[in-house]
């Protein structure tokens, strides 16, 4: 109801201590009853059977999403505890919601253009699964979360094959608040530098041009100025390059998969803070609380220009002729940035085994400018497709394009449409499944034209749509982290019927009396290849393989196209 001067809720972060589960939410559920611009709010379900609750934060008591949009504020979207081992963001969220709430140094003036809506834990079972010995490479805090959920997933994997109930509920969030900027905060242990917080951002040249251009030379100069300003420097997650960063680093780039690279298929400037695993906890709270800071500032004073440039951007993307379906690094492209690092040090002497390793000398800091390759250019583009059809029976994924809020109609009649097809001509599978499935990481296709059979309630769906990004990116097999590479469709990827060398003597007889120029030209191989000559059931199959009884549908990805 009325500010505090004092914070009300006791964190306890300075003493290498993170609350558990029911502690997180006793503290959002303290704030809720205390000021009436809140609320703590159940959103469905997570695979632990308990609800994924989300936390908003307006200067008056209006949380219903269409009605604040309409007032032309920006929505400003943290998730936290995604992988419940690196649990700064939920500490440094609770503190920066204290803290604005109460007014703080005039923090609250923010709130006019900006609503800001918390997901206080996102794998709610991996946080209740804590111990001191889930994070090896990690000393503080003295006990955290799990990196699996309940289900044992990893949820910075699951957004787009969406396996997990919270997975689901977080789409249903994302799709409901359409946020224009989103957080999802993180805990890395990469290589050894001077920095606490580091931020994977969101990669200007995969974005439409307003939207990249914004990114590019606003967002990011200044953030990276605002946070120079504070206690805190913030310097890009350091992705390796060449071996040391003194030669280098590149600007990271996550496809779908991840929430970065999920977001940006919405036109939503998506990031992650990285803070670094061998910072005390307590500096890894305060430098993610005053990243919060400083992108709620931002996105507070540029709220207007965010949200045009969203809009803006969706337009370009609906009129695309041709879209860009993966990138790669332009490695003759860098900027030159600041990089406070520690020597590296290949031959420091362990002392667990007393034997050679590889470290970082901490005593010996330096301060150097280094190459920093952040320009990204289209690999393969692809024209776009006016409709895709789908096939009903393909339920997983018309649940998935429904959860994203995708808009389609359905064909009324059995109808016979030629549209355009790909044939899976050929795909791997990792050895071991990954995430609980053999994604598959090379495809190859092949497209042709065919007049298929569909029927009453099939799917027609128009892709130029504000959702045009993601459905090219799902429903091409090509595509990084289409639903095809997910295994969506790998009932097609094996025959159902197939000839026996004994019971398909008769029929192949009678096709080759019946077909004279097909039998002319099975005898010419049977006289010019020997070793075919030799084998019966090969011969059976090559009648079998290029007669009408070859299977149509195998290896035919069900999603047709119509340009
Ligand atoms: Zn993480």
Known sequence: MFAQSQPLLNLRYEENYSPTYDEVIEMYQKLDSHYENTVLLEKGLTDSGKPLHLFVINNDPEFDPEKIKAQG????????????????????????ADDILRNKNGMAALLENTVVAIIPVYSVGGLLNRSAFHRANQTTPAETGFRGNAANLDLNRDFTKCDSENTKSFTRIFQEWDPDVFLDTHTTNGSDHQYSVTLIAPQPDVFPPAQGKFIR????????????????????????????????????????????????????????????????????VKSTYQFIQT????????????????????????????????????????????????????NQISKVTGLPRFGYDTSRPFTDSINYYDVYKPAETIPVPEYYILPQAWAGVVERLELNQVEFSRLENDTVLEVQVDYIENFTNPPRPYNGHFFHGEVETRSEMQKIQYYAGDLVIRVRQKKLAYLVEMLEPRAADSFFRWNFFDAILDSREYFSSYGFEENALKYLDEHPEFKAAFQKKQQTDAEFARDHRAQLAWIYNNSEWAEESYRRYPVGRIF
């Open 295 to 346: 992108l709620a500032e931002f996105t507070a004073e540029n709220a207007a220009e965010i949200i045009d440039s969203r809009k803006k951007s969706r337009t370009a993307t609906m009129a695309l002729q041709n879209y860009p379906l993966t990138y790669e690094l332009d490695s003759t492209r860098f900027s030159r940035i600041e990089f406070k690092g520690y020597e590296v040090e290949r």
């Open 217 to 284: 030379e606003k967002m990011l100069p200044e953030l990276y100025i605002q946070m120079k300003k504070g206690k805190y420097e913030l310097i890009p997650y350091v992705d390796w390059f060449y071996e040391d960063p003194r030669d280098g680093i590149k600007m990271t780039l996550e496809s779908p998969r991840y929430s970065s690279g999920y977001s940006r298929m919405f036109n939503t400037y998506g990031m992650m803070t990285e803070n670094l695993i061998y910072k005390p906890f307590p500096d890894r």
């Open 73 to 96: 504020k920006a929505v400003l979207l943290i998730n936290n505890g995604i992988h419940a081992g690196e649990p700064a963001g939920i500490d440094a969220s609770l503190q920066f």
